[in-house]
T-cell receptor, first 116, second 116 residues
């Protein structure tokens, strides 16, 4: 059973460019959340997608946007990249409605973005 | 809003010694509590969680944590550590109930280094 997979694993961009990161959730999961983990920091919640809609959003500007597809996979898009966007971007999936697993997220290994 | 404070940024210990990683949280509503571990260049793995019931929670790899509501703490312990426990550990909270399955608030992390 494949876990959460993310691509690409590493990428380098320059300021002002745009980037798209991709995530495939664990089999059977229908909800995808995205986190940003800056160096030396804990992950910070960006947003969550369920039924192809953004359900919750953290304190991130509109430059950060996302999408969820009918097969539950998801993309994170960041426009007008800033140096401060350099971070590890983590995708996590979960199965909504499973009370026994409430809050348990399965994380991918992340996409490390470097902005020069 | 919720916040999490991990009181130690780094904890060095010798192999087979006991260890405690401290976590305090702040929230005006009931929360679920989690500990995650992150090995170098990997995503986050759930160690244990507290949803309700017994305040002593046992997790994987011999770790356990105790929920103390009066002190708003959720400290992680292991009676005897191994070299392989060297990693970064994150405490996290989520609002209990509702549909906030994806939104975890993380602490800054504690780097546990086990020396031979």
């Amino acid at each position: 059973d494949a876990g959460v997979t993310q691509s690409p694993t590493h990428l380098i961009k320059t300021r002002g460019q745009q980037v798209t990161l991709r995530c495939s959730p664990k089999s059977g999961h229908d909800t995808v959340s995205w986190y940003q983990q800056a160096l030396g920091q804990g992950p910070q919640f960006i947003f969550q997608y369920y039924e192809e809609e953004e359900r919750q959003r953290g304190n991130f500007p509109d430059r950060f946007s996302g999408h969820q597809f009918p097969n539950y996979s998801s993309e994170l898009n960041v426009n007008a990249l800033l140096l401060g966007d350099s971070a590890l971007y983590l995708c996590a999936s979960s199965q909504t409605g499973r009370l026994t697993g409430a809050g348990e997220l399965f994380f991918g290994e992340g996409s490390r973005l470097t902005v020069l | 809003a919720q916040s999490v404070t991990q009181l130690d940024s780094q904890v060095p210990v010798f192999e087979e010694a006991p260890v405690e990683l401290r976590c305090n949280y702040s929230s005006s509503v009931s929360v679920y509590l989690f500990w995650y571990v992150q090995y170098p260049n990997q995503g986050l793995q759930l160690l244990l969680k507290y949803l309700s019931g017994s305040t002593l929670v046992k997790g994987i790899n011999g770790f356990e944590a105790e929920f103390n509501k009066s002190q708003t703490s959720f400290h992680l312990r292991k009676p005897s550590v191994h070299i392989s426990d060297t990693a970064e550990y994150f405490c996290a909270v989520r609002v209990a109930g509702g549909t906030s399955y994806g939104k975890l608030t993380f602490g800054q992390g504690t780097i546990l280094t086990v020396h031979p």
